[in-house]
């Protein structure tokens, strides 16, 4: 029943990649309209990286589709870097990456780029169920994240990001991840 509590920037996407996944394989709003309770647990302090923990239930609870909802809506309002990008946290796909965002300025090009992928895929899910306005502000931050992402290209390869500093991650003139494989799928895909 115990689970962590991090500051990981992907996390709040797989649950509306997943439900995606769902409608598009399906077409059936059962899970979209079963209603289900939230957890609760103390936020992270400042100086806290994770906590390991067990939540509570909550005292609310709303349909699996709002929960896809309010977790695109989370991811969102951690907003963008100083690139358009979205923030890495301390961590994304890679939680090795737990120090290229640790001061909340670090961005990622494969998060902005599953990003993206989430939140097209999320808006057909919003207009099916008639939350026809979200689905197009949805598209609309999804290509505005898109064009960032395609901003990030080095010559020969996309980046993986920026640290904190602004520095470059993963460019061809980096010591140190010079190509990471995760950013040229997402490209590709």
Known sequence: DAGVRTRISDDLLWLPYALSVWWEETGARDLLEQQVPYLTGQRLSPEEHDRYFT?????????????????????????????????????????????????????????????????????????????????????????????????????DWFLRGYFDSGEALGSKSSPECQIDSISQSFAAL
């Not at 989430?118 to 502000?137: K, M, P």
Request: glycine share 16%.
């Open 55 to 155: 939540p509570e239930l909550g005292g609310q609870t709303e349909s699996v589709y709002r929960h896809g909802v309010r977790a695109l809506e989370c991811a969102l309002g951690r907003g963008v870097g100083e690139h358009g990008l979205c923030k890495i946290g301390s961590g994304d796909w890679n939680d090795g990456m737990d120090e290229v965002g640790a001061a909340g300025q670090g961005e990622s090009v494969w998060l902005t780029w599953f990003a993206a992928l989430v939140l097209r895929r999320f808006a057909t899910v919003c207009e099916a169920l008639g939350d026809s306005e979200r689905g197009h502000r949805y598209r609309d931050t999804a290509n505005s994240l898109a064009r960032a992402a395609e901003q990030c290209w080095d010559g």
